[in-house]
C-alpha cells in the first residue's frame, strides 16, 4: 500500500480554479480502479490546522497499490498541466498508527510501533466536536510555534476537509526520535494531548507515522524535503 499526497499550489488569482477541482476531481477519482481511497482538501496558511484557508493551495491525498503508487487520473493532471500550477508530491509507506477515518481503517491495520527510525511523515486528523471548537483552537497557534522551532523539524502543511471541523496536519520529522522528543516531552504538547482524550475534543481521530520513499516538484519555488 502506498499513500500519495500531492500539494498544490494555483498562480495568484487562480484560486478559484482550485476550488472548483475540489467537485470536478471526484468522478474521475470514484471512477478510477487503481484508487483504493481519497480526500479532497483544502489548505491552511501556517502550516498546520488554521482556521484561514489558503485559497491558492489545495491538497489530493490517495491510497493505492504498490504497483499503483503515485497514479492521477489524466483529467487531474491535464487540469493541473493547463493552470500551471506547483506540485509538491510525496509518495509514502504507512508503518505505524492507530485511529480510524471515516469509520475505516484507511491505511490498514497497522503496528503502534515499528523499528523504523530514520525520517519520518506524520498524519494527525481530527473530527472536532462541535462542543470543544473553543477548547481545540485556543490551543493551536501555542502548539504550532512550538513544533515550528522544534529540534529536528523540517516542514509540515495543515489540510483539512471542512473549515473548523475536519483538520488535519502533515508534517516531516528528520527521525522518529526526535519527532518523539516533541510530540511526548515537551510539556506544552503533552499537556494538550492529554486534554484531548480526557475532555473528548474528537469524535474521531487518526495517527499515522510513514516512511517517506519518494519527493519530488516545488512549494513556493523550492523542495520542501528532500530525501538523502
Not at 484557508?53 to 493505492?64: C, E, G, K, N, V
Not at 504498490?66 to 508503518?95: C, H, M, N, S
Not at 523539524?153 to 526520535?177: C, D, L, N, R
Request: aromatic share 16%.
Amino acid at each position: 500500500m502506498i499513500a500519495t499526497l500531492s500539494i498544490v499550489r494555483y498562480p495568484r488569482y487562480l484560486g478559484w480554479a482550485g476550488f472548483l477541482s475540489m467537485a470536478l476531481f471526484r468522478l474521475p477519482i470514484w471512477l478510477s480502479s487503481k484508487i483504493e481511497f481519497y480526500k479532497l482538501m483544502g489548505c491552511g496558511r501556517n502550516g498546520t490546522f488554521d482556521k484561514t484557508p489558503d485559497w491558492r493551495q489545495w491538497a489530493l491525498l490517495t491510497i493505492s497499490s504498490a504497483a499503483d503508487g503515485g497514479y492521477r487520473p489524466f483529467f487531474i493532471k491535464t487540469w493541473w498541466k493547463f493552470f500551471g500550477v506547483e506540485i509538491w508530491e510525496l509518495q509514502l509507506e504507512p508503518i505505524e498508527g492507530h485511529g480510524t477515518w471515516d469509520g475505516k481503517e484507511v491505511f490498514g491495520a497497522l503496528p503502534k510501533q515499528s523499528n523504523y527510525e530514520g525520517a519520518i511523515g506524520i498524519l494527525t486528523r481530527a473530527t472536532i466536536r462541535p462542543s470543544q471548537l473553543g477548547r481545540f483552537w485556543s490551543h493551536v497557534d501555542s502548539i504550532a510555534q512550538q513544533m515550528a522551532g522544534a529540534n529536528g523539524f523540517i516542514t509540515s502543511i495543515g489540510i483539512g476537509e471542512v473549515p473548523w471541523i475536519k483538520q488535519a496536519t502533515f508534517s516531516i520529522w528528520e527521525s522518529k526520535e526526535q519527532m518523539r522528543q516533541f510530540a511526548y516531552k515537551m510539556k506544552e504538547h503533552a499537556e494538550v494531548v492529554k486534554k484531548t482524550h480526557q475532555e473528548k475534543w474528537y469524535s474521531e481521530d487518526m495517527f499515522v507515522r510513514f516512511k517517506p520513499l519518494k519527493s519530488t516538484g516545488s512549494l513556493n519555488g523550492k523542495l520542501p524535503f528532500e530525501i538523502k
